[in-house]
């Protein structure tokens, strides 16, 4: 039973680029959550998918923006970034239903921006 | 205030001893809490899921809640070594948003 995947492992970019990162979830989820954990401190909740749409979004900018496709995989898309967008991604899977069940992380995607 | 609160360490206990890790959290409306365990430079693993009041036990882990003091704890029994890692408490609200807390470091010396 395949986990939560996620690619790349790490990434380098530079100021003002554009990042996507992918995550394909745990077998059998349909809802897909990403996080960034800056370090010392806890995951923060970006937004969720779940049928192809935003079900749920946290306190960032519109430059995070993302996308869920029909076989539940995910991208999560930053443009302009910026250097406190240094962090570990984090991309989480569950099952829609009930909601607020367990969620699986992947292993995340280490973004430096320089 | 922080919607989700975790005893600040780092906590350090000897093998064998009992940890016990606390968190709070302020959205009554709160109704599914989780414990992740997550080593350095890994990502979060869940430990324990807790949804209703009460206690619940799995191997050396309970977790207890108590949802009128808005309180979720850990207890982890028969600490060792390879239970060093920081420990996350999630709260989930019953519109599906997830909020954690920043973790509590917990060193267990041999």
């Known amino acids: 039973d395949a986990g939560v995947t996620q690619s790349p492992t790490h990434l380098i970019k530079t100021r003002g680029q554009q990042v996507t990162l992918r995550c394909s979830p745990k077998?059998?989820?349909?809802?897909v959550s990403w996080y960034q954990q800056a370090l010392g401190q806890g995951p923060q909740f970006i937004f969720q998918y779940y049928e192809e749409e935003e079900r749920q979004r946290g306190n960032f900018p519109d430059r995070f923006s993302g996308h869920q496709f029909p076989n539940y995989s995910s991208e999560l898309n930053v443009n302009a970034l910026l250097l406190g967008d240094s962090a570990l991604y984090l991309c989480?899977?569950?099952?829609?239903?009930?909601?607020?069940?367990?969620?699986?992380f992947g292993p995340g995607t280490r973004l430096t921006v320089t | 205030q922080k919607e989700v609160e975790q005893n600040s360490g780092p906590l350090s206990v000897p093998e064998g001893a009992i940890a016990s890790l606390n968190c709070t959290y302020s959205d009554r409306g709160s109704q599914s809490f989780f414990w992740y365990r997550q080593y350095s430079g890994k990502s979060p693993e869940l430990i324990m899921s807790?949804?209703?009041?009460g206690d619940k036990e799995d191997g050396r882990f309970t977790a207890q809640l108590n949802k009128a003091s808005q309180y979720v704890s850990l207890l982890i029994r028969d600490s060792q070594p390879s239970d060093s890692a920081t420990y996350l408490c999630a709260v989930t609200s019953n519109a599906g948003k997830s909020t954690f807390g920043d973790g509590t470091t917990l060193t267990v010396k041999p």
């Open positions: 989480a899977s569950s099952l829609s239903l009930p909601l607020g069940y367990e969620q699986y």
């Open positions: 807790i949804y209703s009041n």
């Open positions: 077998s059998g989820h349909d809802t």
